[in-house]
């Protein structure tokens, strides 16, 4: 582990737990136990995404089982973090992020009295990843929860990395069948804006964009040399223009409008 970071008495034992599950059928649940024991959280839920295939549910602690069928039915094209593997590949520590889909958010997380979520993306052999998510009922997650991931994010890799070398070519984590047919099919990313809304100018287009990625006002105003109350300006203009009220109808418009464009 990271010489600046000294670790507590419980991820020490699970560290050692998580060593010795390497390759074992154990080897999930001891990563869990490593990465739980760094972060204060209400549940856990584990899930194997895939650049051509439907997400796998491979684990979960305090969820609902209910929970996961509507998730790999219905709102796994929603999921933001499925989103940037498919997109990126790029393991790490990741936030949810405010602009992610409305579905997603206030359906999904909603329904599951879940406020925030982050998780732990891990290489999981050629085209997968798996995701360890720690999600919490009532408030957020702060920076520092996001640097004590980040800090011992190397060791977590190399085990897991470790586990995968160990495992037989196009192995699966759990018995679900693999989804036939297409690539599942992701709803429309958030650049799209530029190709909607006439009404708007140039001008206004752009702050729906920082709108959209989940830039608040101040932020705004400071990416465009702006003032605050020239940026509150423009986003009346932009909710008068588009007939709504709120941020959330700006998302709910943003989908509506993209609806099969992608």
Not at 191 to 207: C, F, K, M, N, V
Request: charged share 25%; glycine share 6%.
């Amino acid at each position: 582990m990271p010489r600046h970071c000294e670790l507590g008495d419980a991820t020490q034992l699970a560290l050692v737990a998580a060593i010795n599950g390497v390759g074992s059928d154990s080897h999930v649940d001891r990563l869990i136990d490593l990465i739980a024991s760094l972060v204060p959280h209400d549940l856990v839920t584990v899930v194997r995404y895939s650049v051509t295939e439907r997400p796998e549910f491979v684990s979960h602690r305090n969820y609902s089982e209910e929970m996961i069928k509507r998730y790999l039915a219905v709102y796994y094209p929603y999921d933001p973090f499925y989103r940037q593997w498919r997109e990126g590949q790029e393991p790490g520590v990741v936030r949810l992020q405010a602009a992610a889909p409305v579905q997603y958010v206030t359906e999904f997380l909603g329904q599951s009295v879940i406020t925030d979520e982050l998780g732990v993306l891990l290489e999981d052999g050629p085209g997968w990843c798996l995701g360890v998510f720690l999600d919490r009922r009532k408030g957020r997650f702060s920076q520092a929860d996001v640097s004590r991931l980040d800090a011992q994010f190397p060791v977590i890799a190399a085990l897991h990395a470790l586990d995968t070398r160990a495992r037989r070519p196009r192995f699966r984590r759990t018995e679900q069948a693999p989804a036939k047919g297409k690539t599942p099919r992701l709803p429309p990313s958030l650049t799209a804006h530029d190709r909607l809304w006439p009404e708007l100018s140039p001008r206004e287009r752009h702050i729906v964009g920082l709108i959209l990625q989940g830039h608040p006002t101040a932020a705004i105003a400071g990416k465009l040399a702006l003032a605050r109350g020239t940026v509150k300006n423009h986003r009346r203009s932009i909710y008068t223009k588009l007939d709504i009220t709120t941020e959330r109808e700006l998302f709910l418009r943003y989908f509506d409008s993209t609806e099969g464009r992608s």
